[in-house]
C-alpha cells in the first residue's frame, strides 16, 4: 500500500523558484542538443533530480554552474536517438558534432556567457571557442556569417517563447517530481503497529517524568533564594546591610587585604619631543615634489612667466615659438611697438 501524500517535507521555495526559472530554457537546450523534445525531457528530469540532491549542500550563488554541469554532463545529450531530427531553422544544428553544437547551444539556448560555459563544460577558453567557430554558420565562400548567426538565435528565442501549454505542463510536472522525492512504499501493519506502540512510549513517560521532578525542584530552589535574602534585610541587627555606605567601602577594602588609602605616587611627563625627520637631508632633494621644475630652470622661468606669455599672446595673435625661442619673440614684437623688453 502506497500513500497517496508525500511524507517529505516541501522543498525550499528558492530551489523550487530556481528550477522554475531555468526549466525552460534547458529543456529547449536538452531538446536541440539530442534533436528529440521527449528525449531530452528525461535528460533534464535526471539533471533536475541530481541537481536537487545537491543543492541544499551549495551557496545559492553556486546553483547556476551546479544545475548546468548536470545538464552537460548527461550522457543522453551526446547521444542523440534514431529519430532525431533538426527541422526548419534548425537544419542547421544537423551538421555539427556534438560537442560543436553543444557549445554553440549553450551561449544561445542556455545563455552562458564565455567564462562560465567554459568551466560548465569543463573545457578551456581556446577549445571552446574553437568549438563555436567551427559551429558558426557559414556562407558560400566557407566564411562565418553573421546573417545567419543572428537567425539562428533569433530562432532559438522564438522557439523557447512559443513552447506549447502541454509541454509547459509536463515540465512543471518534472520539476515538482524531482523536488518532492517519493515517499516510503510500505508501511507497518495495524497490529505491529500495536505491539510497538508500549514500547515506544515508555521512554518518552519516563523522560517527561524526569523532566518535571526536574523543574520543581529549580522552582523550590528559586523560592528558598528569594526568602533568604529577603529575611536578611529585614534581621540584619549591626550587620553589613546595617552600617551604611562607609561600612560597604571598609568592607570592601579588608576583603582586598588594604587597611588604609594606598600612597599612589604621580609623576608629571616631560613635555613631547618634537617628531623625528622621516626623510634623510640627502634624499629630500630626490622626494621633492617640483623635482623637474629644479632640474629644468628654463622650463621653471617660462612657466613662471606663462600668464604674461598669455597676456601677450591674447594682445598679438601671434603663435609663440617653443621652448627658449619665445624669448626671442617677445623681444622682437615689444621693440615693433616700441617697449622696452628688459624684465
Known amino acids: 500500500m502506497t500513500d497517496p501524500s508525500p511524507s517529505a517535507a516541501p522543498a525550499p521555495a528558492a530551489l523550487a523558484a530556481f528550477l522554475r526559472g531555468v526549466e525552460r530554457r534547458a529543456a529547449l537546450f ?58 526548419g531553422a534548425m537544419a542547421h544544428l544537423a551538421a555539427l558534432t556534438p560537442e560543436d553544437r553543444q557549445a554553440l547551444l549553450s551561449r544561445l539556448a542556455a545563455g552562458l556567457p564565455e567564462d562560465e560555459a567554459v568551466e560548465v563544460l569543463g573545457v578551456d577558453m581556446t577549445r571552446y571557442r574553437a568549438a563555436l567557430a567551427a559551429a558558426c554558420p557559414t556562407d558560400a565562400v566557407g566564411q562565418p556569417d553573421a546573417a545567419g548567426w543572428r537567425a539562428l538565435a533569433e530562432a532559438i528565442q522564438q522557439q523557447m517563447r512559443d513552447l506549447p501549454p502541454e509541454r509547459l505542463a509536463r515540465l512543471a510536472r518534472l520539476r515538482e517530481a524531482a523536488l518532492r522525492p517519493e515517499a516510503p512504499a510500505r508501511f507497518p501493519r495495524p497490529e505491529t503497529q500495536a505491539s510497538v506502540a508500549p514500547a515506544t512510549r515508555a521512554p518518552a513517560v519516563a523522560a517527561g517524568s524526569a523532566g518535571g521532578r526536574w523543574r520543581r525542584w529549580a522552582v523550590i530552589a528559586i523560592v528558598l533564594t528569594c526568602a533568604g535574602g529577603l529575611a536578611l534585610t529585614f534581621f540584619d541587627p549591626g550587620g553589613l546591610f546595617g552600617r551604611g555606605g562607609d561600612s560597604l567601602e571598609e568592607a570592601g577594602r579588608a576583603g582586598l587585604g588594604l587597611a588604609e588609602e594606598p600612597d599612589i605616587e604621580q609623576e608629571v611627563l616631560p613635555p613631547a619631543e618634537a617628531a623625528a625627520a622621516t626623510v634623510a637631508a640627502d634624499q629630500a632633494l ?20 606663462a600668464a604674461f606669455y598669455a597676456w601677450y599672446l591674447a594682445g598679438t595673435r601671434q603663435p609663440l615659438p617653443a621652448g627658449k625661442a619665445a624669448d626671442g619673440a617677445v623681444e622682437a614684437g615689444a621693440q615693433e611697438e616700441g617697449r622696452d623688453t628688459t624684465f
Do not use: I, Y
Open 30 to 87: 536538452a531538446q536541440l542538443q539530442c534533436g528529440d523534445a521527449e528525449h531530452g525531457d528525461a535528460a533534464l528530469a535526471a539533471a533536475m533530480r541530481a541537481f536537487v540532491g545537491q543543492a541544499p549542500s551549495q551557496p545559492m550563488a553556486d546553483w547556476p554552474r551546479g544545475f548546468w554541469q548536470k545538464m552537460m554532463a548527461s550522457p543522453a545529450l551526446h547521444r542523440p536517438p534514431a529519430g532525431a531530427r533538426w527541422p
Open 286 to 305: 630626490a622626494l621633492h615634489p617640483d623635482l623637474d621644475l629644479l632640474l629644468d630652470p628654463d622650463s621653471e622661468t617660462l612657466s613662471n612667466d
